[in-house]
């Protein structure tokens, strides 16, 4: 068969057609127009994707002591807070509670009545569908600010720790929440907490314990709530930030003991294991940008904190747990 020589003009012509765009300088067509840069723009961060840490504190503790944390509040103001968080548009919350009556075996964290459970009935009173969330760990509810409950040679005692951790949650699910998050990172505490949950008739109830590096950066929540330990640091708990590989191996195995969601924490330090969590997992990650984040962004506009923000959403995070939700939900209202 004769070769067409037209049809050797057109491919001739269609490559240096090809080699003359790329050679084209100037602004690509999918920015270049506001009428197309508007079709293509989808918002990655709204209200929803925002979780509100709240430090509920009893009402007879000074404000002073706890003015520096923007979400800290008496558990008189706290429907009012959540009423005014879920206007405009935050949808979850996460609670955690000053504890005053501090021991030991961390006893108060079982008493039906305590702070927390007060917390999570009138968050539930106020604004019914707010998701809530909750710690269970030791570290606020110990004389000692361990993490664990530790034995009289002050090692770690894994069996009573765990016990304590389950049975914290299955209080906050009596109470109304929705939401578990194990903070110590003790192996089989998540396979504790999920057994005790479903013995319980929760297994509606959510599971989404903690990937934690040591960091400086919480501070601020330490010296609010009185949770520092005696030793100066819970590195026995947490990762040290040197090793990424012991952050992805401790996500996949709180996967492993039955954890519905994993939540990252400090965010800012960490976006390079939410990074690869997000392309090893499809179960939702949160990332927690922790008390010394707030501070960091407090000079910082709407705009910059935003900024940040998006970036822990374009990195995989379906959820962020901001100290300036409140702050970020109307900066997003007011753009809109």
Same mark, same amino acid.
């Given at each position: 068969?004769?070769? &067409?020589? #037209? ?19 100037? =602004? &690509? ?88 459970? %007060? ?6 009173? %106020? !604004?019914?569908?707010? =998701? ?23 090692? *770690? ?80 708990? +947490? ?7 012991? *952050?992805?191996? +401790? ?13 990252? +924490? ?20 949160? #990332? ?5 984040? +707030? ?17 822990? !959403? ?10 300036? #939700?409140?702050?970020? %939900? *109307?900066?997003?209202?007011? %753009?809109?």
């Amino acid at each position: 068969m004769k070769e &067409n020589p #037209a049809m050797n003009s057109t491919a001739t012509d269609t490559r240096e057609l090809a080699r003359t765009r790329q050679d084209v300088i100037g =602004v &690509n067509p999918s920015r270049a127009r506001a009428r197309v840069r508007a079709l293509l723009h989808h918002e990655a961060l709204t209200p929803a994707r925002l979780v509100a840490p709240i430090l509920v504190q009893p009402d007879a503790r000074p404000t002073t002591d706890y003015a520096h944390i923007p979400t800290a509040v008496a558990l008189s103001r706290l429907g009012e807070y959540v009423r005014d968080l879920r206007m405009l548009g935050v949808q979850a919350c996460k609670l955690f509670v000053y504890v005053e009556n501090k021991t030991d075996s961390a006893k108060e964290a079982l008493r039906p009545s305590n702070l927390m459970v %007060a917390a999570i009935q009138t968050v539930r009173e %106020a !604004v019914e569908d707010m =998701v809530i969330s909750t710690e269970v760990c030791g570290c606020a509810w110990t004389s000692t600010g361990e993490c664990a409950i530790l034995t009289p040679d002050d090692r *770690a005692d894994h069996e009573r720790t765990c016990a304590l951790m389950a049975a914290m949650a299955v209080l906050h699910a009596d109470a109304g929440a929705d939401i578990i998050g194990p903070a110590a990172m003790i192996d089989g505490s998540v396979t504790a907490i999920r057994t005790l949950l479903d013995q319980n008739g929760y297994l509606d109830v959510g599971l989404t314990p903690s990937v934690i590096f040591h960091s400086h950066l919480f501070g601020p929540y330490k010296n609010a709530m009185d949770t520092d330990p005696g030793r100066g640091d819970r590195r026995g708990f +947490q990762i040290d930030p040197e090793h990424q590989g012991q *952050a992805l191996h +401790q996500a996949a195995r709180w996967l492993a003991e039955g954890a519905d969601a994993l939540l990252v +924490q400090p965010a800012l330090t960490s976006v390079d294991v939410l990074v690869k969590l997000r392309g090893r997992t499809a179960v939702p990650i949160t #990332a927690f940008s922790v008390s010394r984040e +707030q501070q960091l962004f407090a000079d910082a506009s709407d705009a910059e904190l935003c900024e940040y923000v998006r970036m822990l !959403v374009r990195a995989g995070a379906d959820l962020v747990i901001t100290y300036d #939700a409140t702050r970020i %939900a *109307a900066a997003l209202a007011g %753009a809109r």
